[in-house]
């Protein structure tokens, strides 16, 4: 369906070379194909125009892991992908990797359906990119809130159809369980980025892992060996590896502000990807909420916990955690907004995402100037206005 050009004028944009202040950015056919100051600029008069005085536009915000939203947790029901999926713009997402925790082998087959049969009739909402395998081959003495009863070792058998061409894009799992290097190797082999979390690794053990194709780490800090002097474990090896690419969840529960710095100054800017890992309970009041492998967590106002304290996924929103790192590093709204945008785009291997540039996908996410999504953009289209 071919819609009429839309100028998006007045907006200051992220660019790859810096803010371009008071722009105009043109998009057609799902993508962009101007971006000049509105001075330059050249709209119709029966093309669409959007004034946007005072925004901020960012390239369309992706995440890598989030577990649920709205109720829906997509390891429990992962056919509401979808459903959810639709609603996520909300928080500034325009493409997302629905992220399956530890859960019985068969809902890990069933989701990889769910997203081959593609989207309803008439669909619109954040882009499901392939889907996040967190699981099931996790260490079980760094477990955090994935149920015991469904990790496994690894096993190639376990496997079969994991492959991007079947939408499995990311898995994490434990570099140092029997057989986890021969299995990641398939895994790269099949199109699939590596992620190493909930790990024992040694600091020995995890150099081996990136030597062997992991590139990733998920939710640095969180449920692995902690830093020691002595013995610098994984976040050590991390720490000293400026390659890796690290995601922090930056909610001010999960990992100390200092810490968050402390990895941001480790790295350039584009190896860090901020993720919610956000749980069904994200966008709804506290009360009791599932997560996947048929776990009950509890929620308040600001965490999500097994019965036995245990933070059990986070109720983070991006534009929350944009701001809790531009505090903890002490730097301005571009110097974060990569972690939202470019770097996720790149650790899945897309170069038409996460860019404001021509030629690139009309995926955009407007800001006010405190970094709250007032109107998002997927493929050229609007999915969300924020009311006044
Ligand atoms: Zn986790």
């Known amino acids: ?99 399956i925790v530890t859960s019985p082998l068969a809902v890990f087959q069933q989701a990889m359906e769910v997203w081959q049969a593609g989207p309803p009739a008439g669909w619109r909402g954040a882009i499901p990119l392939g889907l996040h395998f967190e699981g099931p081959f996790l260490n079980p003495k760094k477990k955090g809130a994935h149920n015991p009863q469904f990790l496994q070792l690894p096993r190639h058998d376990l496997i079969a159809g994991w492959e991007a061409a079947n939408g499995v894009r990311l898995v994490t799992l434990a570099p140092e369980l029997p057989g986890a290097l021969g299995l990641a190797e398939t895994l790269r082999q099949r199109g699939i980025t590596l992620a190493i979390g909930h790990s024992l690794a040694t600091y020995a053990e995890a150099m081996t892992a990136f030597e062997r194709g992991f590139c990733y780490v998920t939710h640095l800090y ?46 350039p800017p584009d190896q860090v990807v901020l993720v919610t890992d956000a749980m069904s309970a994200l966008g709804m009041p506290p009360g009791r909420y599932p997560l996947g492998g048929r776990q009950e967590v509890f929620v308040d106002e600001r965490s999500a916990r097994l019965q036995d304290g245990t933070l059990a996924g986070s109720l983070l929103k991006p534009a929350d955690a944009l701001r809790t790192m531009m505090t903890a590093c002490d730097v301005p709204m571009e110097a974060i907004l990569p972690c939202l945008t470019s770097t996720p785009a790149r650790v899945l291997g897309l170069t038409n995402k996460g860019r404001l540039e021509v030629g690139a996908d009309a995926d955009l996410t407007l800001l006010d100037p405190q970094g709250n999504p007032v109107m998002t953009i997927v493929s050229g289209e609007i999915v969300y206005t924020a009311r006044d």
């Open 1 to 99: 369906m071919s819609q009429k050009p839309l100028h998006l004028l007045h907006v200051d944009a992220f660019t790859p070379q810096g803010w371009i202040k008071d722009a105009c950015i043109s998009i057609s056919e799902g993508r962009i194909t101007q971006i000049v100051p509105c001075s330059e600029a050249n709209p119709q008069p029966e093309d669409r125009q959007i004034h946007c005085e005072g925004w901020i536009a960012s390239p369309g915000w992706i995440e890598l892991q989030i577990n649920g939203a709205f109720g829906v947790d997509f390891a429990e029901q992962p056919q509401r992908i979808w459903e959810v999926a639709a609603r996520l713009p909300e928080f500034g997402f325009t493409a997302f990797l629905p992220t």
């Open 222 to 267: 969180n449920a692995m060996t902690p830093l020691e002097y002595r013995s610098p474990g994984l976040v050590g090896a991390i720490l000293t590896n400026p390659k890796i690419t690290v995601s922090l969840i930056a909610d001010g529960v999960h990992v100390h502000p200092a810490m968050l710095k402390l990895a941001y100054q480790t790295r």
